[in-house]
């Protein structure tokens, strides 16, 4: 029975259990298959940029399919595969595990959440079936080059995409409301605050930020659509609107959601690095201070992405300090990182692998916000690929090292089963060496100039050189070999489901609750509620036998 | 220097000031970056074998492990920021006192228009040099050595004005004029015109809004402008 007396929820037709289900559990393998669907889309509408870029007299894409492809790649991993990997399934799956709760707090809401969630889904993936095709003006979505359809051409397609963000906003609102209700309410007997694992801490910050940030940029949503549908003009000059007034009230929500995207996958790392180095995390409060700290400072950077957009320039320094101070509390995190596997007895498993990874791929994308945080050096760098280098080394370490990282490490209590450990070693070197073979040369193309978004970059002489054309080249073959690269774990996932060898309560031996419970967990996850003993990071103590200590053992019952 | 061979020519009197604070920050940054990569392959190879050391960062001692290095990050934030401002300010908000010629940019989807002040120096005038959409794609010319401002105008959507070359960008906004500043230092007189890019999305066409700019000596600029206002009046 679940804590809202609902025991016909417990066992019933496929239907409650697999599709319409308010079990927590499986609400986040639904957001996991989601999240790795989309991601297919993402990645092969990336392909065929990828060749429109290399060999452009191809003409693989006619401009206004590349322009509709390059807003739907990026709507469509930040906004349809990192929220649903990172928050919906680890936020949905470990919450209650890891506070020792039988389920959500508000477990239709959960629901709710989820199908709200679908049907944006459903809508986007339609938008590229629509008279005119998808949205085509940036995932960013400028005015007015959004809010009048004879700019680019494409009516509903770009309706469809404002609805469809509109219904995922809502959505992880209900989540976010459901995280927080859930790990402030439903903590285990004795899960102090400075007991909870860190990956609740961040998915609690992700949430927080979300909710304050997310406002502006609804309200802007509201405005564009209704500029497109009634004609009323907000940010249309001629209509007396301003194009500014959109850039600032969608960067002070997209600025933050990068954190949004970011802490949950940290949060990955912070539970993977101590488990994997059978060390405690180094500085469990410092990190958490850190990240409140950032967390506030995320709100009052916003216009760093407006340099030179026409605002006024006596704004842009007090942005460029905020952004660039951003760096002291991340560059805490990671050294408190570094430290947590310093002299530990490193275990170097598939997920151990992409949890460094993520830190390696991560300190680039860290270092390199520095050139675009400096108002300075924008001038010559915002809007090339120099952008788009930095961009892709904090998103994809985020979205997709850490989101495999977790998922090598959780899947055997999700699903019960192991992942392959050899296939999962060769996905991760294919992933790793890929990646950056991808975006390393982009930072070259972004120092000579470079603009990004160009459908095709020979129409430039200073573009159309040896050097760079070979650059473009490379690029996309190396893109080519991070996509295959994928394919080792679409079958490694799909048959460890079925036939994978049978994972035990706590294959990791790591401390947190989630693994002193059976996997997959039984609806209600707990037989016994737990009782909450230690900080959950107790590894290699001296005052245990064996090097790990989990958080519902006392010390009396190992010994005796 | 070292990305010379990447780097576009630094043309202008301030594209070697912000290729300055490039170097800054990168050499700040890869000390950094290299030393924390350092670490964490060190820490992989030899912390593997054997038991764990115990120790969580509590107490002042060992939290001060991260935090002075975190104190000197935050002192090196302060450089750059310092650096990067000084900057910032000549490019985007002290204009200099004296300015020899200025030009009216209109960019629409998909082209750049410019308009000249005829011999009064004054835009908007009667007198206006004007290249419009009959004229066809006429580039902007400009003197070597002169202070050029641009009065940067948009018809429909956002464009913006990039010069790799100058180290120059600015987005173009509809229902505003936003003025910019640039100075061809001598020695970059080239027959070969210089390209002027648009560097924000606007439209299906928007790889193809190119225009050139043409750098002259001041006698061969002031003939060819005098030329054209004969041929428009």
Same mark, same amino acid.
């Given at each position: 029975?679940?804590?809202?007396?609902?025991?016909?929820?417990?066992?019933?037709?496929?239907?409650?259990?697999?599709?319409?289900?308010?079990?927590?559990?499986?609400?986040?393998?639904?957001?996991?298959?989601?999240?790795?669907?989309?991601? /297919?889309?993402?990645?092969?509408?990336?392909?065929?940029?990828?060749?429109? /870029?290399?060999?452009?007299?191809?003409?693989?894409?006619?401009?206004?399919?590349?322009? !509709?492809?390059?807003?739907?790649?990026?709507?469509?991993?930040?906004?349809?595969?990192?929220?649903?990997?990172?928050?919906?399934?680890?936020?949905?799956?470990?919450?209650?595990?890891?506070?020792?709760?039988?389920?959500? !707090?508000?477990?239709?809401?959960?629901?709710?959440?989820?199908?709200?969630?679908?049907?944006?889904?459903?809508?986007?993936?339609?938008?590229?079936?629509?008279?005119?095709?998808?949205?085509?003006?940036?995932?960013?979505?400028?005015?007015?080059?959004?809010?009048?359809?004879?700019?680019?051409?494409?009516?509903?397609?770009?309706?469809?995409?404002?609805?469809?963000?509109?219904?995922?906003?809502?959505?992880?609102?209900?989540?976010?409301?459901?995280?927080?209700?859930?790990?402030?309410?439903?903590?285990?007997?004795?899960?102090?605050?400075?007991?909870?694992?860190?990956?609740?801490?961040?998915?609690?910050?992700? !949430?927080?930020?979300?909710?304050?940030?997310?406002?502006?940029?609804?309200?802007?949503?509201?405005?564009?659509?209704?500029?497109?549908?009634?004609?009323?003009?907000?940010?249309?000059?001629?209509?007396?609107?301003?194009?500014?007034?959109?850039?600032?009230?969608?960067?002070?929500?997209?600025?933050?959601?990068?954190?949004?995207?970011?802490?949950?996958?940290?949060?990955?790392?912070?539970?993977?690095?101590?488990?994997?180095?059978?060390?405690?995390?180094?500085?469990?409060?410092?990190?958490?201070?850190?990240?409140?700290?950032?967390?506030?400072?995320?709100?009052?950077?916003?216009?760093?992405?407006?340099?030179?957009?026409?605002?006024?320039?006596?704004?842009?320094?007090?942005?460029?300090?905020?952004?660039?101070?951003?760096?002291?509390?991340?560059?805490?995190?990671?050294? !408190?990182?570094?430290?947590?596997?310093?002299?530990?007895?490193?275990?170097?498993?598939?997920?151990?692998?992409?949890?460094?990874?993520?830190?390696?791929?991560?300190?680039?994308?860290?270092?390199?916000?520095?050139?675009?945080?400096?108002?300075?050096?924008?001038?010559?760098?915002?809007?090339?690929?120099?952008?788009?280098?930095?961009?892709?080394?904090?998103?994809?370490?985020?979205?997709?090292?850490?989101?495999?990282?977790?998922?090598?490490?959780?899947?055997?209590?999700?699903?019960?089963?192991?992942?392959?450990?050899?296939?999962?070693?060769?996905?991760?070197?294919?992933?790793?060496?890929?990646?950056?073979?991808?975006?390393?040369?982009?930072?070259?193309?972004?120092?000579?100039?470079?603009?990004?978004?160009?459908?095709?970059?020979?129409?430039?002489?200073? /573009?159309?050189?040896?050097?760079?054309?070979?650059?473009?080249?490379?690029?996309?073959?190396?893109?080519?070999?991070?996509?295959?690269?994928?394919?080792?774990?679409?079958?490694?996932?799909?048959?460890?489901?079925?036939?994978?060898?049978?994972?035990?309560?706590?294959?990791?031996?790591?401390?947190?609750?989630?693994?002193?419970?059976?996997?997959?967990?039984?609806?209600?996850?707990?037989?016994?509620?737990?009782?909450?003993?230690?900080?959950?990071?107790?590894?290699?103590?001296?005052?245990?036998?064996?090097?790990?200590?989990?958080?519902?053992?006392?010390?009396?019952?190992?010994?005796? | 220097?070292?990305?010379?061979?990447?780097?576009?020519?630094?043309?202008?009197?301030?594209?070697?000031?912000?290729?300055?604070?490039?170097?800054?920050?990168?050499?700040?940054?890869?000390?950094?970056?290299?030393?924390?990569?350092?670490?964490?392959?060190?820490?992989?190879?030899?912390?593997?074998?054997?038991?764990?050391?115990?120790?969580?960062?509590?107490?002042?001692?060992?939290?001060?492990?991260?935090?002075?290095? $975190?104190?000197?990050?935050?002192?090196?934030?302060?450089?750059?920021?310092?650096?990067?401002?000084?900057?910032?300010?000549?490019?985007?908000?002290?204009?200099?006192?004296?300015?020899?010629?200025?030009?009216?940019?209109?960019?629409?989807?998909?082209?750049?228009?410019?308009?000249?002040?005829?011999?009064?120096?004054?835009?908007?005038?009667?007198?206006?040099?004007?290249?419009?959409?009959?004229?066809?794609?006429?580039?902007?010319?400009?003197?070597?050595?002169?202070?050029?401002?641009?009065?940067?105008?948009? $018809?429909?959507?956002?464009?913006?004005?990039?010069?790799?070359?100058?180290?120059?960008?600015?987005?173009?906004?509809?229902?505003?004029?936003?003025?910019?500043?640039?100075?061809?230092?001598?020695?970059?007189?080239?027959?070969?015109?210089?390209?002027? $890019?648009?560097?924000?999305?606007?439209?299906?066409?928007?790889?193809?809004?190119?225009?050139?700019?043409?750098?002259?000596?001041?006698?061969?600029?002031?003939?060819?402008?005098?030329?054209?206002?004969?041929?428009?009046?």
């Amino acid at each position: 029975m679940d804590h809202n007396g609902n025991t016909e929820l417990r066992e019933n037709s496929f239907w409650r259990k697999y599709l319409f289900s308010a079990d927590h559990k499986t609400i986040g393998k639904q957001y996991l298959w989601l999240g790795l669907i989309m991601a /297919l889309v993402g990645g092969i509408l990336a392909y065929f940029m990828r060749k429109q /870029l290399a060999w452009p007299e191809s003409e693989t894409l006619t401009p206004n399919v590349y322009n !509709a492809f390059v807003t739907m790649h990026g709507t469509i991993m930040v906004f349809f595969v990192a929220m649903p990997i990172l928050l919906g399934c680890f936020g949905n799956f470990l919450i209650p595990l890891m506070i020792g709760a039988d389920d959500m !707090a508000f477990p239709r809401l959960n629901m709710l959440s989820f199908w709200t969630f679908f049907v944006g889904t459903l809508l986007l993936i339609l938008s590229f079936f629509v008279p005119g095709g998808a949205a085509a003006a940036g995932w960013t979505g400028y005015a007015p080059l959004s809010a009048k359809p004879i700019y680019t051409g494409v009516n509903w397609g770009l309706n469809l995409w404002i609805l469809s963000l509109a219904l995922e906003f809502a959505s992880v609102l209900m989540g976010g409301v459901n995280f927080m209700t859930t790990a402030i309410t439903m903590r285990a007997e004795g899960m102090s605050w400075f007991r909870l694992p860190l990956m609740v801490w961040m998915q609690l910050s992700a !949430a927080i930020i979300f909710m304050l940030s997310v406002g502006p940029t609804i309200a802007a949503a509201v405005l564009l659509l209704l500029d497109r549908l009634v004609g009323t003009g907000f940010f249309v000059p001629a209509q007396g609107g301003d194009p500014l007034l959109w850039q600032h009230l969608f960067w002070f929500f997209g600025h933050p959601e990068v954190y949004v995207v970011l802490l949950p996958g940290f949060g990955v790392l912070l539970e993977i690095l101590p488990a994997g180095s059978r060390k405690p995390i180094f500085g469990y409060r410092i990190i958490i201070y850190s990240t409140l700290v950032a967390g506030v400072l995320s709100f009052i950077v916003w216009a760093h992405h407006m340099f030179v957009s026409g605002m006024n320039p006596n704004l842009s320094m007090p942005f460029s300090i905020t952004t660039i101070l951003i760096s002291v509390p991340f560059a805490i995190v990671i050294f !408190a990182m570094i430290a947590t596997m310093w002299r530990g007895s490193i275990r170097l498993t598939t997920a151990m692998s992409f949890a460094i990874g993520t830190l390696m791929t991560f300190l680039m994308g860290g270092v390199t916000g520095i050139f675009n945080g400096s108002a300075a050096v924008d001038i010559f760098i915002h809007d090339t690929y120099f952008v788009v280098a930095h961009f892709h080394y904090t998103l994809f370490p985020a979205t997709f090292f850490a989101a495999f990282a977790g998922i090598y490490f959780w899947f055997p209590k999700m699903f019960g089963r192991m992942l392959n450990e050899t296939w999962g070693k060769v996905h991760f070197w294919l992933t790793f060496v890929g990646f950056n073979l991808v975006f390393l040369p982009m930072f070259r193309l972004g120092m000579a100039g470079h603009m990004r978004r160009l459908a095709d970059p020979t129409q430039y002489n200073f /573009l159309s050189t040896e050097s760079i054309k070979s650059t473009q080249i490379f690029i996309t073959w190396a893109a080519i070999g991070l996509l295959i690269g994928q394919a080792p774990f679409i079958v490694n996932f799909l048959r460890s489901i079925v036939a994978g060898e049978v994972a035990e309560e706590n294959p990791w031996q790591a401390n947190t609750l989630e693994w002193s419970t059976a996997s997959p967990p039984p609806h209600g996850n707990f037989e016994v509620r737990p009782i909450v003993h230690h900080d959950p990071y107790n590894y290699s103590s001296p005052d245990a036998d064996s090097d790990w200590l989990p958080q519902d053992q006392s010390l009396e019952e190992i010994t005796t | 220097m070292l990305f010379d061979k990447w780097f576009p020519a630094s043309i202008s009197t301030f594209s070697g000031d912000i290729d300055f604070v490039f170097y800054l920050i990168f050499y700040i940054v890869g000390f950094w970056f290299l030393l924390t990569e350092g670490l964490i392959i060190y820490s992989l190879i030899r912390h593997r074998k054997g038991k764990a050391a115990f120790f969580d960062g509590s107490g002042k001692r060992q939290s001060s492990w991260i935090l002075i290095p $975190a104190a000197v990050v935050l002192l090196l934030d302060l450089a750059i920021d310092y650096a990067g401002g000084q900057v910032y300010d000549k490019v985007k908000i002290e204009t200099p006192d004296h300015i020899d010629l200025q030009v009216l940019v209109t960019a629409q989807q998909y082209g750049w228009f410019f308009t000249y002040p005829g011999e009064d120096n004054v835009l908007g005038t009667s007198d206006d040099i004007i290249f419009d959409e009959d004229a066809g794609a006429v580039p902007l010319h400009i003197p070597v050595g002169k202070v050029v401002q641009l009065h940067l105008k948009s $018809a429909d959507v956002i464009h913006s004005f990039f010069v790799p070359e100058l180290r120059l960008k600015q987005d173009i906004v509809p229902g505003r004029i936003i003025p910019v500043w640039f100075q061809v230092t001598k020695k970059y007189l080239r027959k070969e015109p210089y390209e002027i $890019a648009c560097a924000e999305l606007c439209g299906f066409g928007h790889h193809t809004m190119r225009a050139f700019l043409v750098v002259q000596t001041e006698e061969e600029f002031t003939g060819w402008l005098k030329e054209q206002a004969e041929e428009q009046w």
